[in-house]
Each structure stands twice: as C-alpha cells, then as structure tokens.
T-cell receptor, first 114, second 112 residues
C-alpha cells in the first residue's frame, strides 16, 4: 500500500519568515495530494490540494509543488503569521480497487513566533 | 453548510465496556473513512468504505473493533471490549471521487 513520509515533525519560524514542509510517497499511481491544517482541539481541514497533472498550485500565501518523478511534494507558506501555528498533514491518494483512499503523513507541528 | 456529524463528541467509559461511535457523512458522498488520532499524532486509518462496502480495514484491530455502514447516512465504529489504549480521538471523514475528504469534529474517547 501507499506510504507517506513527512518532514520535519516540528518546525519553528519567526513571524514573517517562510515555512516549508516536505512529503514523499511510495505509490507511483498516486494522483491526488491534499494538505490539511489541524488547529488544537479541532478537526483537520483542507487548505490546498494538487493533482498529478500540474506541478504547482498557489493560493495567496500558500503553495504546493509536486515532483512526480521524485515522488515528493511540498507545502510552502510565505509571510507566516501566528495564526498559521497548527499541525499540518500531507496525504496521498491513489486510484484502484480500493478507490481514492487517503494515506496521511505523520504531521508537522508548525509554531510561528511573534 | 454541509458537515460530517459525529456522535458522541466525548465519551468516558470503563475498561471492558462496549463503545459505539456514529458518523453521518455529507449527503451525496460515497466514501467514508475512520481515523484514529492520539495526542496530536498522525492520523491512523482504521477503515474505509465506498458505496457502503468496506474496502480496507487492515488498520483496524479485528479482535475488538468493527465498522459498518447500515445505510448511506450512517457509519458506525464499535469497540468491544474497550481498553485504556483505545483512548484517542476518532475522526470520521466523508468524500467522493471529485471532492476532498471532509472531517467530522471527532469523538474523544477515554477508557479508564
């Protein structure tokens, strides 16, 4: 099955700096890569996603890049703010008999210091 | 505003008791996931349903856990008997082939 590795597990940045979180996946058939943000005590919520037919996608201060050859994708947050502090999860989904089942990375705890 | 609804939100039970968690997926979604999260760690997949059929439950301890979808509006996760190590937040999520997975608010289970 799919295996998703996420790094780093914790990341501390100064407000205004950029943050980068990286994920690798094992199943070359995976074609959908969402990123979720989970604030303390709340549910994970989708912040951005990318499909395998594009290499990059942006939404204001966040962007995701995908390298299918290397089987890795990254989340980039620019001009970080204290409200960006949360746990971020990457995920990968592959089509197949079991459908588009999401496999999550282990999560990255991002702390933005004011 | 369509949401995935989970009940109960919190559950405290004694070791050995049966626990049933319920999930109402978003209307029209045909996939349902059950995930377990401990102490803000990773999301561990327990079970996955598509069109009410269980497609993957390899992450679920079979001896005590069971997951079902009696109809398209209800998914259940049952633990019998419960153990202290089962204490965690259990998330249900629903989606489809054209949408991302939407998470419910979770059931925080404490087994004492």
């Amino acid at each position: 099955g799919e295996n998703v590795e996420q790094h780093p597990s914790t990341l501390s940045v100064q407000e205004g700096d950029s943050a980068v979180i990286k994920c690798t996946y094992s199943d070359s058939a995976s074609n959908y890569f969402p990123w979720y943000k989970q604030e303390l005590g709340k549910r994970p919520q989708l912040i951005i996603d990318i499909r395998s037919n594009v290499g990059e996608k942006k939404d204001q201060r966040i962007a995701v890049t995908l390298n299918k050859t290397a089987k890795h994708f990254s989340l980039h947050i620019t001009e970080t703010q204290p409200e960006d502090s949360a746990v971020y999860f990457c995920a990968a989904a592959a089509p197949g008999v079991a459908g588009n089942m999401l496999t999550f990375g282990g999560g990255t705890r991002l702390m933005v210091k004011p | 505003d369509a949401r995935v609804t989970q009940t109960p939100r919190h559950k405290v039970t004694e070791m050995g008791q049966e626990v049933t968690m319920r999930c109402q997926p978003i209307l029209g979604h045909n996939t349902v996931f059950w995930y377990r999260q401990t102490m803000m760690q990773g999301l561990e997949l327990l079970a996955y349903f598509r069109n009410r059929a269980p497609l993957d439950d390899s992450g679920m301890p079979k001896d005590r856990f069971s997951a079902e979808m009696p109809d398209a509006t209800l998914a259940t996760l049952k633990i019998q008997p419960s153990e202290p190590r089962d204490s965690a937040v259990y998330f249900c999520a629903s989606g489809s082939q054209v949408t991302e997975a939407f998470f419910g608010q979770g059931t925080r289970l404490t087994v004492v």
